[in-house]
């Protein structure tokens, strides 16, 4: 292993290792900190549930990867969060990050989770979802991680307790020399962390290669763009082309949509309108959660003798308001991944093997539920989502959307993809 990666959630690791893997890194994805030895691969992403959890724990668990990742070899670590910068004003990226640093005794690192193909840019510190302010997108109803500052220096700036700086883009279009220039500039000023502007794929590359000395950088998937290339410049990896293959699991296919961003919910609608679907009651889940299960269960079972189905908690943020409301934010939330889980699992006891899943929060549940413990990554399905294939056996094929990505078609070409 060459590059350690701590993901912190599902689907952003699953992001991330596609990224790598198309950019020639021979890529595993771990579900936790791996209890065996370490997966023959060029870069390994530890996969956690930490984006949402209190910041004390979050930071335990970010240790943890971190010092196994080291002890197996890892020569970078790359801390992936969401290209939408997803936290609160406790955390947990300003406390993570500052463990990490101190952890390998480093005193600067960069803050980047701009990704242009899929429309997250970065301009003099501003957050843009395509044509939007990240303040002004979908993202600032969001039911955990609300963001309605576009301002990441400020937004960063809340969540530790050291200076955070900015590399303009009029600095970052000048190449990977001007960068690390700008890099030791700030460290010098006595910075720790810095945002980094990106608009486009070439000022990931450049930001790459100027960051091929930093023992931390943190960032969304896109900031992995030019990693690879450091490694083969210093001939510690050979020259690959993008993922293989990845074998066909027959059988019946699920949906199962625990997201509410507005890219799921158009995803929701799309194939709920030629698809056979359903919504999870969540009061009624609440009132008996085996009961609703075992009828969620068995509605899905005789769909699924004539095709795809889909399950699905995703709805509307007024919706989500009341139910959080009635039942209690945090419990509403862990009630449907608990349920979600269980569904998945009772699915597989029924012999199906394609799963694709929407939401990180749910796509954790969902391969705690499978005891899926590593995953192959194969081709892409839409940008940031891979199609992947698990380790051990039964073997389970699996997409795992990020709530935002994917057209409004997804979920049918995802199912063709694992099929």
Not at 226 to 235: C, K, T, Y
Not at 381 to 408: D, E, H, Q, T
Request: proline letters at 6%; charged letters at 20%; glycine letters at 10%.
């Amino acid at each position: 292993m060459i590059l350690g990666c701590i993901a912190d959630d599902f689907t952003g690791a699953t992001d991330l290792a596609n990224t790598l893997t198309r950019r020639g890194m021979h890529t595993v994805q771990t579900i936790g900190i791996p209890k065996a030895a370490a997966p023959e691969a060029d870069a390994i992403v530890v996969a956690l549930k930490s984006r949402t959890i209190p910041a004390a724990e979050a930071v335990q668990q970010s240790l943890d990867a971190c010092r196994w990742l080291k002890a197996n070899g890892a020569k970078q670590i790359f801390f992936k969060y969401c290209s939408t910068f997803d936290s609160t004003d406790q955390g947990n990226i300003g406390p993570v990050a500052d463990a990490l640093l101190d952890e390998l005794q480093s005193p600067f690192t960069i803050a980047c989770p701009a990704f242009p193909e899929n429309g997250r840019t970065i301009y003099l510190g501003h957050l843009f979802v395509g044509n939007e302010l990240l303040s002004d997108s979908s993202m600032r109803n969001h039911p955990l991680t609300p963001m309605k500052d576009s301002n990441l220096v400020r937004v960063l700036g809340k969540q530790t307790p050291h200076k955070v700086g900015l590399v303009p883009w009029k600095i970052v279009k000048q190449g990977a020399p001007a960068i690390a220039e700008a890099f030791a500039a700030l460290e010098a000023e006595g910075i720790r962390h810095a945002i980094v502007d990106a608009v486009e794929d070439k000022d990931l590359e450049n930001i790459g290669a100027a960051s091929s000395a930093l023992a931390l950088i943190t960032g969304g998937s896109g900031m992995a763009i030019g990693l690879p290339a450091n490694f083969r410049v210093a001939r510690l990896i050979p020259k690959r082309e993008g993922a293989s293959a990845v074998p066909k699991i027959g059988g019946p296919g699920i949906v199962l949509s625990g997201s509410c961003s507005a890219a799921t919910l158009g995803q929701v609608a799309a194939f709920a309108a030629k698809h056979p679907a359903h919504a999870i009651d969540p009061v009624a889940l609440a009132a008996a959660p085996e009961k609703a299960v075992a009828e969620l269960l068995g509605w899905a079972r005789e769909k699924l003798k004539k095709g795809p189905a889909l399950i699905y908690a995703s709805a509307p943020p007024e919706r989500v308001a009341a139910i959080q409301a009635q039942l209690g934010r945090e419990q509403a939330g862990t009630m449907i991944e608990h349920a979600l889980g269980a569904i998945a699992s009772g699915l597989a006891d029924q012999g199906v093997r394609r799963f694709v899943v929407a939401g990180g929060e749910t796509s954790g549940a969902v391969v705690s539920a499978l005891k899926v413990e590593a995953l192959e990554i194969g081709p892409q399905i839409a940008p940031g989502v891979p199609a992947c294939l698990s380790y051990g056996s039964p073997r389970y094929a699996l997409a795992l959307k990020s709530g935002n990505f994917g057209g409004p078609q997804f979920f049918t070409e995802a199912l063709k993809a694992l099929a």
